[in-house]
């Protein structure tokens, strides 16, 4: 079974702070994502990153930085959190038609 | 104008019901379909995917496709209280894209 891992179910950070989420696959997939989800807006893309030290931005990177040292782990980087950042964020890494999600990281800004 | 559009619901159905949960998109050059379903406080699983116009089963789950349309559809026959979750359909332009997701569709199977 493939399995992605993410480091915190629930996190709570004040604004200001430098916030980091980890994201964990074993399927030596090389493709990895990050989305957050926000009620009624679905699933919106980050970043992507399609080898190790390679990423790409989707279509809301404003705020977030991501990092991609070793293939399996890809981690997502919140320079200086917001409020506006609150919200559940999701991993996911790509096999050849199928995304396999993480169980989320719900983060709550003060 | 959204790319994907999905009503959010929540949709409220007695058992055995059959559930029909539809999305529409506005570019006529996505290629690839795909129905993912969200437990809450879990992340999204892939339930169905298809390429073509035209139906596809599997057990009590069909997704349609009408690309003249640009309209999809996910049908849950004899729906179950263990069907309560959030369905997101997701589509993309084609192998290599990106998936555009919908806004996702709760849906409630009342005992």
């Known amino acids: 079974d493939v399995k992605v891992t993410q480091s915190s179910r629930y996190l709570v950070k004040r604004t200001g702070e430098k916030v980091f989420l980890e994201c964990v696959q074993d399927m030596d997939h090389e493709n990895m994502f990050w989305y957050r989800q926000d009620p009624g807006l679905g699933l919106r893309l980050i970043y992507f990153?399609?080898?190790?030290?390679?990423?790409e931005k989707g279509d809301i990177p404003e705020g977030y930085s991501v990092s991609r040292e070793k293939k399996e782990r890809f981690s997502l980087i919140l320079e200086s959190a917001s409020t506006n950042q609150t919200s559940m964020y999701l991993c996911a890494s790509r096999a050849a038609r199928e995304q396999f999600f993480g169980p989320g990281t719900r983060l709550t800004v003060l | 104008q959204k790319e994907v559009e999905q009503d959010p619901g929540p949709l409220s159905v007695p058992e055995g019901a059959i559930v029909s949960l539809n999305c529409t998109y506005s570019?006529?050059?996505?290629?690839?379909f795909m129905w993912y379903r969200q437990y809450s406080r879990k992340g999204p699983e892939l339930l169905m995917y298809?390429?073509?116009?035209g139906n596809k089963e599997d057990g009590r789950f069909t997704a349609q496709v009408d690309k003249s349309s640009k309209y999809i559809s996910l049908f849950i026959r004899d729906s179950q209280p263990s069907d309560s979750a959030t369905y997101l359909c997701?589509?993309?332009?084609?192998?290599?894209?990106?998936?555009?997701f919908g806004g996702g569709t709760r849906l409630m199977v009342k005992p």
């Open positions: 570019n006529s050059a996505f290629q690839y």
């Open positions: 997701a589509i993309r332009r084609n192998a290599g894209n990106m998936l555009t």
């Open positions: 298809t390429y073509s116009s």
């Open positions: 990153s399609y080898d190790v030290k390679m990423k």
